[in-house]
Each structure stands twice: as structure tokens, then as C-alpha cells.
């Protein structure tokens, strides 16, 4: 009981209280803030492997139905390999 501090008026403890509680929420919502934001570019990062993956298949596809019968059979197989290959990773 000796220790304890005594207050006459609670200005010093609420003041206190209002400068942690808003450091706390100014911190909580810049760290909000960096989630989403990683979220967002995770989820566009996402978008541009599927466009070059779309690319890559229509290209193989491109190629197999132009060159029709002029392609070798290793070059048919080669492309088909690649293809899986890229489907598979």
C-alpha cells in the first residue's frame, strides 16, 4: 500500500490511456494496411504467372496445329513434353 501511487485527479492516468490506445489502433491499422496490400499484389503476382502459362500453352498449341504433319516425330514429342512439363510445375 505504501508504494502504490495515489491520484488526486485521473487527467495524468487517462491521458496515458487515450496516447497507448492510439498508438496501439495507429499501428494495428498500418499493419491492416500491409497485409491487404501484400494480398493484393500475392493475388496480381498469381494473375501474370496464369496469363504467361495461358501463353506458353497456346503457343505450344499453335505450333503443333500449324505445322501439322511437317513436324518430326521428336519435335511432336519434344513439344508434348514441354507441355506437360510446364503443366506439371
Known amino acids: 500500500?505504501?508504494?502504490?501511487?495515489?491520484?488526486?485527479?485521473?487527467?495524468?492516468?487517462?491521458?496515458?490511456?487515450?496516447?497507448?490506445?492510439?498508438?496501439?489502433?495507429?499501428?494495428?491499422?498500418?499493419?491492416?494496411?500491409?497485409?491487404w496490400e501484400a494480398c493484393r499484389e500475392v493475388t496480381f503476382m498469381y494473375s501474370k504467372w496464369s496469363d504467361a502459362y495461358s501463353q506458353l500453352q497456346s503457343f505450344i498449341s499453335s505450333t503443333i496445329k500449324q505445322k501439322g504433319a511437317s513436324l518430326t516425330e521428336e519435335d511432336s514429342e519434344m513439344l508434348e513434353h514441354y507441355r506437360r512439363e510446364v503443366t506439371h510445375y
Open 1 to 35: 500500500e505504501e508504494y502504490r501511487p495515489t491520484f488526486d485527479h485521473p487527467f495524468a492516468a487517462q491521458s496515458l490511456a487515450v496516447l497507448i490506445s492510439f498508438s496501439v489502433c495507429f499501428r494495428t491499422n498500418i499493419a491492416w494496411s500491409r497485409f
